[in-house]
Nanobody
Framework: VQLQASGGGLVQAGVSLRLSCVAS????????MAWFRQAPEKEREFVAA???????YYTDSVKGRFTISRDNAANTAYLQMNSLKPEDTAVYYCAAQVVAGAIRPINRVRSYDYWGQGTQVTVSS
C-alpha cells in the first residue's frame, strides 16, 4: 500500500486548505484512515481519523475547524482545514491502519501500518 499526500502550502491565518491522501490497492474501503502532524522539534501528533464506516474522531485543538472525510471510490481521504492558525503549522501525514479484529488506538503513531510522505502546511500570522 502506498499513500500519497498533497495539498499543503503557505497560507495566511484564517484561510482554508484541503489535504488529500490517495492510496494504492483495492482494499482502501476497509482501512482506518488518519491524519497526523509534526511541527519542528515536536513529536508527531494525532489530528483526525475516520473509520471504514465513516465515524470521525478529532483532537480537541481542531474540533470545529477541521473535517476528515473519505471517498472510497477514489481511494482518497481528505482533511478540510478551515480557520487555520499559526499553531497549525506542521508537516501533515496521512496514515492507514489495516483492521484485523480490534481497532488499535487511533491516536497512536504505532497503530498505523502505512504512511504517506507528508505535506507541509505553513500558516502565517
Amino acid at each position: 500500500v502506498q499513500l500519497q499526500a498533497s495539498g499543503g502550502g503557505l497560507v495566511q491565518a484564517g484561510v482554508s486548505l484541503r489535504l488529500s491522501c490517495v492510496a494504492s490497492g483495492r482494499t482502501f474501503s476497509s482501512y482506518f484512515m488518519a491524519w497526523f502532524r509534526q511541527a519542528p522539534e515536536k513529536e508527531r501528533e494525532f489530528v483526525a481519523a475516520i473509520s471504514s464506516s465513516g465515524s470521525t474522531y478529532y483532537t480537541d485543538s481542531v474540533k470545529g475547524r477541521f473535517t476528515i472525510s473519505r471517498d472510497n471510490a477514489a481511494n482518497t481521504a481528505y482533511l478540510q482545514m478551515n480557520s487555520l492558525k499559526p499553531e497549525d503549522t506542521a508537516v501533515y501525514y496521512c496514515a492507514a491502519q489495516v483492521v484485523a479484529g480490534a481497532i488499535r488506538p487511533i491516536n497512536r503513531v504505532r497503530s498505523y501500518d502505512y504512511w504517506g510522505q507528508g505535506t507541509q502546511v505553513t500558516v502565517s500570522s
